[in-house]
């Protein structure tokens, strides 16, 4: 059977720093000439199964014996779908790539001072063209989500209290159109216009107040729960908190209509 596929050429040791595993077989020695990992895909695709040994094949005609079955590291695929071999294996068919990729595991927080004397250790004769790529810092890549999730928290705010606005503008504008004759009298006895608008005005901010609150109230448990069963932190910025209050700023224009209301004519049309 001839299959396509890919050459991964590393040590036991390299294969543990990428994190990957042996799943069954034995662990290559770094001077193992004729021996190869099949990627758990490549094993499945030529019938080999955990368990199995004494198996041959052959890599560019030149014949290997099958040592084991390597899986992957976790979120990773590559080694999924190629044979491993080591350094020694590689020189003798002539496979080794001019440039290499190297993965190294260090303690956490010594990246850095590694990454000092890495490009020596490596390439003693030329340490300039060893080329580094260190994985972010924890602690600045949770600054940065961080960063991100209060940014993205405070847009999806300021649109939640526009839409609380408009809503409140919407239902009070509503409320006054039907009870226009009740506003004409009231200002056709005497009553004065500020006491029009501040009642409309606390009816506004009692309406948007409750609604936010009992919006906000279910949206946080609803979240909660969500962050517990998944194992979330649960987080609820001060932000969110402004949601309620925006039923004071939706009924400054309703109650200056209704301070508007001529009841000379709305007593003439009726």
Known sequence: ??????????????????????RSGLPLADDDINAALLGERV?????????QSGHGIAVDSVPMRV???????????ALATSIVMTPATARRMDLLPSSRIVQIGVEQGTANQVAQYLPMA??????????????????S???????????????ITVVMVVVSIFTV???????????????????????????IALQFLLEAMLLGLCGGLAGMTLGSL??????????????????????PFAGAVGALVPAVQATRIN?????RSN
């Open 263 to 267: 009841p000379a004519e709305l007593l």
């Open 169 to 195: 503008v919407n239902t009070m504008q509503i409320v006054i159109t039907e009870r226009r004759r009740e506003i004409g009298i009231s200002l056709g006895l005497g009553m004065p216009a500020w006491h």
């Open 141 to 155: 890549l949770r600054e940065n989500l961080m960063a991100d999730a209060e940014q993205t928290t405070l847009i």
């Open 222 to 243: 609803i979240a909660a729960t969500i962050a517990m069963c998944m194992g979330w932190q649960f987080m609820l910025p001060w932000s969110v908190a402004l949601v």
């Open 43 to 51: 094993a499945r695709e030529l019938g080999i199964g955990d368990g």
């Open 122 to 139: 490596l390439l003693a004769e030329q340490p300039q063209a060893v080329s580094l790529k260190l994985p972010a810092d924890p602690r």
């Open 67 to 77: 040592a084991g079955i390597i899986e992957d590291a976790p979120h990773q695929s």
């Open 1 to 22: 059977m001839q299959l396509s596929t890919n050459v991964a050429i590393g040590t036991m040791n390299g294969l543990r720093a990428r994190g990957a595993q042996l």
